[in-house]
């Protein structure tokens, strides 16, 4: 028990510092759009592409891999080690041959695909080591791509690289990801074998209760979350200039976005994964929800405000907003068919980022026309109906165990009777 036990723990650093390393990739190209809109001499509209061309390339990974349900056919830290190995390279890609967005959208496509093949199987790697303690586990592996999308904002914030090494950081970090993943990473006591070919489950996912509320409130989830990733610096940057009195003591737009985005939703995955296996995993899920949506709209209020306020609201919103994100994970694995908990998690990734390209492209076309305050006071609608679809889960959950608990209880007291019974001969 105690080498299983220590077995889990190495594997749960391992699975979360390849997903750290790996999505370093994800907003690498974003993190310099300011650079890039000089080079290139593209609007801030048409660089959101950038981005976008990632979430789509992303969704379409993703519905592939469901589709034919790759990570529960292939051995998933397999799955994960070529996929890193594959951003790795479209992204130096980027970095060494893209001159304008003709060349580095396709690319920036290519990388979702390739990440699509790290990000789910992770999770299921991280659930295969772990059913106790699950929420913790999978809040971890959240925090570890919370934290791995931000480091491209930390390098350029801090040091005027040039956009290119930026890419090349990003580049070699998911390279090592790739190698770990390969070495390293196993899958746990707790896989299911291989599962024969359905892919008709994607559609069970959106018709049996328990998936269905799942999926609906990770969708309210996503309909916030990389919206405010994308554009958080934007915010921060336009909020400081509209700030009447001296931002000098302010710090940088990029490091204020990699405190809030990524030490802070490190923080929050962390306490809603563990408090999570304690008071119910849904119920939390739409406590975070209910936090995140109310920070939507304080952020509209406290918009031009003084920095240290800003910042304030920044923090608990970057910990509130990612804070559910492995408690969903947590759920979905533990509703849907345990043969299928791959193809789920794929698939609840897919719609949930598929939604993302909606607001990360309204988001600033909003901000342009009715002003920061609407666009950001806009994203509070998802988390706050999310809230709702958790905690009707929480209620079915509970009530699918107390079904369960009853069926055991009655097969226990009949069992035991017919122990005392006398043998009949």
Not at 239 to 258: E, N
Not at 273 to 294: F, H, Q
Not at 371 to 382: F, M, T
Request: net charge positive; glycine share 10%; aromatic share 8%.
């Amino acid at each position: 028990m105690g080498r299983a036990r220590g077995s889990a723990r190495a594997q749960l650093a391992l699975i979360a510092a390849v997903q750290v390393l790996v999505m370093a990739t994800w907003f690498s190209a974003s993190a310099v759009v300011p650079a890039l809109r000089g080079e290139w001499g593209i609007t801030q509209g048409a660089a959101t592409w950038l981005t976008v061309s990632v979430q789509l390339g992303f969704v379409t990974g993703a519905v592939l891999a469901a589709v034919l349900n790759l990570p529960d056919v292939i051995p998933a830290h397999r799955l994960v080690a070529v996929c890193a190995l594959a951003a790795s390279a479209t992204t130096a890609s980027v970095a060494a041959f893209a001159d304008g967005l003709g060349t580095a959208v396709p690319l920036r496509f290519a990388t979702g695909v390739a990440l699509a093949g790290v990000y789910p199987p992770g999770l299921k790697l991280m659930a295969s080591w772990f059913e106790r303690g699950r929420g913790f586990a999978l809040g971890l592996l959240v925090g570890a791509l919370t934290l791995g999308s931000s480091l491209p904002q930390l390098i350029n914030g801090f040091a005027a690289l040039p956009w290119r090494t930026v890419l090349y950081v990003s580049c070699a970090l998911a390279a090592a990801g790739a190698l770990l993943a390969a070495w390293s990473v196993r899958p746990g006591p707790h896989s299911a074998a291989a599962a024969p070919f359905a892919p008709r489950y994607m559609v069970t996912l959106f018709r049996e209760r328990g998936p269905l509320l799942a999926n609906l409130g990770y969708l309210g989830h996503m309909w916030e979350l990389y919206a405010v990733w994308t554009w958080l610096p934007a915010y921060i940057t336009a909020s400081q200039a509209a700030h009447p009195g001296r931002t000098a003591g302010a710090l940088p737009p990029g490091v204020t976005a990699f405190v809030a985005i990524g030490v802070a939703g490190l923080a929050g995955c962390l306490l809603a994964g563990w408090l999570g296996d304690r008071v119910g995993r849904a119920r939390l899920a739409a406590l975070a929800m209910t936090v995140s949506g109310t920070c939507c709209l304080l952020a509209a209020v406290v918009f031009g405000g003084h920095p240290l306020l800003v910042f304030a609201v920044l923090i608990v919103w970057g910990a509130s907003v990612i804070a559910d994100s492995g408690l969903f994970s947590a759920c979905t694995s533990e509703v849907a068919d345990r043969r299928y908990v791959g193809t789920a998690l794929t698939t609840q990734t897919a719609a949930g980022f598929l939604l993302t390209v909606v607001t990360i492209q309204a988001t600033p076309l909003l901000a342009e026309a009715a002003g920061w305050r609407v666009a950001v006071a806009v994203l509070g609608i998802g988390p706050l109906a999310g809230a709702v679809a958790m905690v009707l889960l929480q209620r079915y959950m509970t009530s699918v165990h107390s079904q369960t608990t009853g069926r055991t209880t009655v097969h226990t007291h009949e069992h035991d009777m017919a122990e005392r019974r006398p043998e009949t001969r």
